[in-house]
């Protein structure tokens, strides 16, 4: 079992910065930050592997934000940098346990956060 408590969203003008957070408790194969805006489907954001590092993005995201983890701490992150008004939307952390390939497919995460919510003002 794992259990995700995300935190740091918050409302901000474009070109500006938010740090969100994922405390997790119970170790994990992958974990990820996805999004949902209204009336739009949840997409992917950033992708970790735990054990080796290797971070993935979407293009959309891609140069602005940066996923990385504290093992210590059991915490993920998702820095976000150059915020625009199209990244506005509730943001989840996800997490999967088992192996395998975790790509950007929420079904392939069965864990998730209660999720926090990204503004980006113009």
């Known amino acids: 079992q794992v259990q995700l408590v995300e935190s740091g969203g918050g409302s901000v003008q474009a070109g500006g910065s938010l740090r969100l957070s994922c405390a997790a408790s119970?170790?994990?194969?992958?974990m990820g930050w996805f999004r949902q805006a209204p009336n739009k489907e949840r997409e992917a954001v950033a992708r970790?592997?735990?054990?080796?590092?290797?971070?993935y993005y979407a293009d959309s995201v891609k140069g602005r934000f940066t996923i990385s983890q504290d093992k210590a701490k059991n915490t993920l992150y998702l820095q976000m940098d150059s915020l625009k008004p199209e990244d506005t939307a509730m943001y989840y952390c996800?997490?999967?346990?088992?192996?395998?390939?975790?790509?950007?497919?929420?079904?392939?995460?069965?864990?998730w956060g209660q999720g926090t919510q990204v503004t980006v003002s113009s």
């Open positions: 996800a997490a999967r346990r088992s192996g395998g390939y975790c790509g950007g497919v929420a079904s392939q995460y069965g864990y």
């Open positions: 119970g170790s994990s194969y992958c």
């Open positions: 970790i592997y735990t054990g080796s590092g290797n971070s």
